[in-house]
């Protein structure tokens, strides 16, 4: 009878371990679990829904790790990919990596982060 109690207490444990751990893993934004950059639609509403969702993200990041790098919010990012199995997105990541990406699309997305670190540049205080 004992080693019963122990059997269902082991399960149970294990139950509940593994409860939390997948509750944990899922990121959220709101009450809602996070979303993948392809998971919103190809509409400007989408477009919208999508840069809000990145600058939360950011804002929280930074939140969470004052005078971090830019290099350290990529990786984040990435790992955020990762975590929440954006494999279309993870996929365009390793074309970019890799230099066989689109050169008009990476030309686009290189001038807008250099544009949005001047930006960020000239609004710092002197």
Known sequence: M?????????????FVAIFYFYKTSVPEIGSARAKCPEDYAETDAGDI??????DKWTNEFYDKNPGA????????????WVDNN????L?????????????VKMKLIEDTIKETIEEHNNNLPN
């Open 91 to 103: 996929r365009k990541y390793d074309e970019a990596k890799s230099g066989t990406a689109d050169p």
């Open 69 to 80: 790098s830019l290099v350290a919010w990529s990786e984040a990012r990435r790992d955020f």
């Open 49 to 54: 829904e999508r840069l809000a969702a990145i």
């Open 2 to 14: 004992k080693k019963n109690i122990y059997y269902i207490l082991i399960f149970f444990l294990a």
């Open 86 to 89: 954006c494999v279309e997105t």
